[in-house]
């Protein structure tokens, strides 16, 4: 069986469809800033081509995205 999880995107507030193992996501603390310990917040995949677009154009390398990331997942219960 398939599944995909479903939550807003913690950039732009969308709600999005993800594989939550493979989804891009930020890590932030109860205040919602960047916090390596914090809770992994997933980002959809407009955000992080715009954000990808950006780095580009300060000569930073793009963020990678894994195949699937905004696919369902095989349950491995199924």
């Not at 390398?61 to 219960?77: F, K, R, S």
């Amino acid at each position: 069986m398939a599944y995909i999880a479903f939550s807003a995107c913690f950039a732009c507030g969308k709600p999005f469809g993800y594989n939550p193992d493979l989804v891009p996501s930020i890590r932030v603390n109860e205040n919602n800033q960047p916090d390596p310990n914090g809770v992994r917040k997933p980002v959809c995949e407009d955000c992080m081509r715009l954000t990808n677009i950006r780095r580009e154009r300060m000569g930073l390398q793009p963020h990678v995205i894994l195949p699937g990331a905004y696919e369902a997942t095989e349950d491995c219960n199924g």
